[in-house]
């Protein structure tokens, strides 16, 4: 077959490929939901878990191993072709640095917009008088001679009190409460590692080259869609939006592998350039999710704590095999 069929070929495959392995976590997690028995429940949260520790490792490793000399390399790239000489200053580490505190900036004025508007709505003035709850008002003139309306005023009071305080808790008390934004950020930043993956498979001048880097991504790629799935899974996002994620995760490396195949030529200096400054963002995001989100919510756990370790370490190791056993 052609060169240039067989990449059109691949863009569908690629994404039929990326989309099943996106949904089956999903699909698995559904079914764990209505298990009724309770110990299968538990030895099927408890795979989720140890698998959910798995693919922490697996962000890390891709973070800091692939990623991060990627970034590093193409934009030392641009910067010779621009200015003839790469500078001695890390700027590939300053944006990773960079793409964190971003994402950390992000989520913290989103949790300050929540926590202030949960404030206001709970402390608005009841229209019957300063303090006075309306769902009690008037519950003194059913009291009897001994107080018990009093007492159950009172203590619905009490309830209601400590509801509002418990649902200001649960606005920052829970690690994964903020799965959402972290989510997102998460289907964003593998998105556009991927669109880049999808640009280096199009750019392969001929078919051996481009079946051994279509293989090599595949397998870097499996591994990332089910820990995206996963991820999707344990967030709080709905049904609608974790559908759009997976899509839109999974159609990125067509388009990456289109752009290419379209556009480009070969790598210029400033596509270069650009690859280097956005993977090097994406690396912050990366370690922000591995440290801000997988993490805390497995290891707060006290269940099966030397088993997630191992699986993070596995994670880590599967990487680092896959990185040196086939061509980048």
Same mark, same amino acid.
């Given at each position: 077959m052609e060169l240039?069929?067989?990449?059109?070929?691949?863009?569908?495959? =690629? =994404?039929?490929?990326?989309?099943?392995?996106?949904?089956?976590?999903?699909?698995?997690?559904?079914?764990?939901?209505? @298990?009724?028995?309770?110990?299968?429940?538990?030895?099927?949260?408890?795979? @989720?878990?140890?698998?959910?520790?798995? %693919? *922490? %490792?697996? &962000?890390?490793a891709t973070c800091l191993l692939h990623l991060l000399p990627?970034?590093?390399?193409?934009?030392?790239?641009?910067?010779?072709?621009?200015? *003839?000489?790469?500078?001695?200053?890390?700027? #590939?580490?300053?944006?990773?640095? %960079?793409?964190?505190?971003?994402? /950390?900036?992000?989520?913290?004025?989103?949790?300050f917009w929540k926590e202030t508007h949960a404030r206001l709505t709970y402390s608005a003035p009841s229209p019957f008088g300063r303090d006075t709850p309306v769902v009690n008002y008037g519950s003194l003139q059913h009291s009897d001679s001994h107080g018990?309306?009093?007492?159950? *005023? #009172?203590?619905?009071?009490?309830?209601?009190?400590?509801?509002?305080?418990? $649902?200001?808790?649960?606005?920052?008390?829970?690690?994964?409460?903020?799965?959402? /934004?972290?989510?997102?950020?998460?289907?964003?930043?593998?998105?556009?590692?991927?669109i880049f993956e999808g640009i280096a498979i199009g750019l392969q001048p001929n078919v051996?080259?481009?079946?051994?880097?279509?293989?090599?991504?595949?397998?870097?790629?499996?591994?990332?869609? @089910?820990?995206?799935?996963? $991820?999707l899974a344990h967030s709080r996002l709905g049904r609608c939006s974790i559908v759009a994620s997976? /899509?839109? &995760?999974?159609?990125?490396?067509?388009?990456?592998? @289109? &752009?290419?195949?379209?556009l480009m030529q070969g790598d210029t200096g400033d596509a270069a350039l650009l690859n280097g400054i956005l993977q090097g963002l994406a690396c912050g995001t990366f370690l922000y999710v591995t440290f801000f989100e997988v993490l805390p919510h497995e290891m707060s756990h006290t269940h099966n704590r030397l088993p997630k370790v191992l699986c993070m370490v596995l994670g880590v190791g599967a990487i680092t095999m896959l990185l040196l056993s086939l061509p980048h």
């Amino acid at each position: 077959m052609e060169l240039r069929p067989l990449k059109y070929l691949m863009v569908a495959v =690629f =994404f039929v490929f990326t989309a099943t392995l996106v949904f089956l976590p999903l699909s698995l997690s559904d079914r764990i939901r209505h @298990v009724r028995d309770p110990r299968r429940r538990h030895t099927y949260q408890t795979v @989720v878990s140890l698998t959910s520790c798995f %693919g *922490g %490792g697996v &962000f890390l490793a891709t973070c800091l191993l692939h990623l991060l000399p990627e970034a590093r390399s193409q934009f030392s790239k641009g910067i010779v072709e621009h200015w *003839g000489n790469a500078p001695d200053f890390p700027f #590939v580490e300053f944006l990773c640095i %960079g793409g964190l505190l971003l994402v /950390l900036v992000i989520e913290q004025v989103t949790l300050f917009w929540k926590e202030t508007h949960a404030r206001l709505t709970y402390s608005a003035p009841s229209p019957f008088g300063r303090d006075t709850p309306v769902v009690n008002y008037g519950s003194l003139q059913h009291s009897d001679s001994h107080g018990d309306g009093l007492v159950r *005023g #009172v203590a619905d009071d009490v309830e209601d009190a400590e509801a509002e305080e418990r $649902n200001m808790e649960s606005i920052h008390g829970d690690p994964n409460s903020h799965s959402s /934004l972290r989510s997102i950020v998460l289907v964003m930043s593998l998105s556009l590692h991927s669109i880049f993956e999808g640009i280096a498979i199009g750019l392969q001048p001929n078919v051996q080259l481009l079946l051994q880097i279509l293989a090599a991504v595949s397998i870097h790629k499996s591994i990332l869609a @089910v820990t995206l799935g996963l $991820n999707l899974a344990h967030s709080r996002l709905g049904r609608c939006s974790i559908v759009a994620s997976a /899509l839109a &995760f999974s159609l990125m490396a067509p388009l990456g592998m @289109v &752009f290419a195949i379209l556009l480009m030529q070969g790598d210029t200096g400033d596509a270069a350039l650009l690859n280097g400054i956005l993977q090097g963002l994406a690396c912050g995001t990366f370690l922000y999710v591995t440290f801000f989100e997988v993490l805390p919510h497995e290891m707060s756990h006290t269940h099966n704590r030397l088993p997630k370790v191992l699986c993070m370490v596995l994670g880590v190791g599967a990487i680092t095999m896959l990185l040196l056993s086939l061509p980048h």
